[in-house]
Nanobody, 117 residues
Framework: QVTFVESGGGLVQPGGSLRLSCTHSGNIFRIYSVGWYRQAPGKQHELVATVLPDGATVYGDSAKGRFSISRDNAKNTAYLQMTNLKPDDAAVYYC???????????WGQGTQVTVSS
């Protein structure tokens, strides 16, 4: 089944940084926009940032000025560089292909980000 595999999460102190990666197993990666999403306990998935096929980027309000999304089409991989992390950023982070107001693929296992002192 085609999906994303996310990695790079972990425990970080407030103000710290992490770089997340997600790799897609199919051969369509390069022609689609890719989104980084997060889901905190008891909440719905939130779209954090999107990178378009040409590398243009769009950020949600929570990510502006602190997060940077990028992609490497040769590696079928997208990245999310997160800086100045806050406790509210704690969540499981996922990649997916945005489709309208939803997503087009099953969710992967995600990668856990914990922000705590």
């Amino acid at each position: 089944q085609v999906t994303f595999v996310e990695s790079g999460g972990g425990l970080v102190q407030p103000g710290g940084s992490l770089r997340l990666s997600c790799t897609h197993s199919g051969n369509i990666f390069r022609i689609y926009s890719v989104g980084w999403y997060r889901q905190a306990p008891g909440k719905q998935h939130e779209l954090v940032a999107t990178v378009l096929p040409d590398g243009a980027t769009v950020y949600g309000d929570s990510a502006k000025g602190r997060f940077s999304i990028s992609r490497d089409n040769a590696k079928n991989t997208a990245y999310l560089q997160m800086t100045n992390l806050k406790p509210d950023d704690a969540a499981v982070y996922y990649c997916n292909l945005p489709l309208g107001r939803g997503v087009s693929e099953p969710w992967g296992q995600g990668t856990q980000v914990t922000v705590s002192s």
